[in-house]
């Protein structure tokens, strides 16, 4: 296995200048953060001594190049939600790979995309049936007419209780909140730079746990979304197989709107209308996030600053 590169030297915070959203995503003892065109994964190795102590924080670095990056077609509405998906099966599941065979280095367990994928496919597989089929199933014994609006409602009621029972259960989990912790650390260190913040551990700590374009608020702005559509559908009064074909022939769709609308609402955050639909969006987060330690913290602005040396670097060689 290659060396990974060593933690480069920090950028220099120009948040107010720079329009571009960053985002990121919590991985196996690290996070991984995505800019303009290049992302950065860090990871705090298992254990470290005296003579290894600059390899305590290794970083992945990469060139985001593939067409769902750069094809302007991916940037359009609706699409550039689907492209979103898409890049959080592509990229997250590549980070995941790295970070875990990172923490595995040490005990000679090396594992790959063929473990990784079929964990994914029996989670994607296992999350259908839970979040679609359940609450479809447990509907249709609580409303006699599951073609009405009534009907939906249950479903989509049912729905989130499920998936916000679901989160809660599996914080309880040690390896899962530690995950959730770097979640914080992913969120304030992107809070701070756009607040303008130095990217130091001391000023990030001060940052939000909370960010408005988080994946678990996109999540729910979703099940809202899933709502209106199947109430749409509702209309049609459609039978049972139209009814069930049609909560998964929608999900491009909702997908696509949810982006949409949690896109706006993070570009008004300051509009008061918008800042009172941000309340859920934000509370549900705290199911997904916990207080990062300040080790976490240094992970996330290491991994921040190093996909961000791309863009910089980029611009230098263009100057």
């Known amino acids: ?59 992945d670095r990469g060139e985001l190049k593939a067409a769902i990056y750069v094809n302007p077609i991916w940037k359009l509405p609706i699409l550039r939600g689907l492209a979103l998906i898409g890049e959080q099966l592509h990229l997250g599941m590549k980070s995941l790979i790295w970070s875990a065979n990172m923490n595995a280095g040490g005990k000679d367990v090396v594992i790959g995309k063929k473990e990784i994928t079929g964990s994914v496919a029996f989670a994607a597989v296992f999350g259908l049936a839970l979040f679609l089929g359940l609450p479809l199933l447990l509907a249709g014994f609580a409303v006699r007419h599951s073609n009405s609006y009534q009907f939906v409602i249950v479903e989509g009621v049912i729905r989130v209780g499920l998936v916000l029972g679901y989160l809660s259960a599996i914080a309880l989990l040690p390896d899962v909140r530690r995950v959730f912790q770097y979640h914080g650390a992913e969120h304030k260190t992107i809070n701070a730079f756009e607040a303008g913040w130095p990217l130091e551990v001391t000023s990030v700590r001060r940052a939000s746990l909370l960010h408005p374009r988080c994946g678990t608020g ?66 549900t987060q705290k199911f997904t996030t916990r207080q990062p330690t300040d080790d976490m913290l240094e992970v996330a602005i290491v991994a921040f600053n190093s996909a961000r040396q791309g863009e910089e670097d980029e611009a230098g060689a263009a100057a």
């Open 218 to 283: 996109f999540l729910l702005v979703v099940l809202v979304v899933s709502v209106v559509v199947f109430s749409v559908v509702a209309v049609f009064h459609p039978n049972t197989f139209w009814l069930i074909a049609s909560r998964f022939l929608a999900i491009p769709l909702i997908a696509g709107a949810g982006f949409e609308a949690i896109r706006f609402m993070a570009r008004h955050r300051r509009n008061p209308v918008v800042r009172v639909l941000l309340l859920p969006v934000l509370g």
């Open 1 to 59: 296995m290659p060396l990974p590169e060593e933690v480069p030297t920090p950028v220099p915070v120009q948040a107010r200048k720079d329009p571009f959203f960053y985002g990121g995503q919590a991985v196996i003892e690290g996070v991984m953060m995505r800019g303009k065109r290049h992302y950065a994964v860090a990871v705090r190795l298992p254990t470290t001594n005296a003579d290894t102590l600059k390899r305590e924080i290794v970083v």
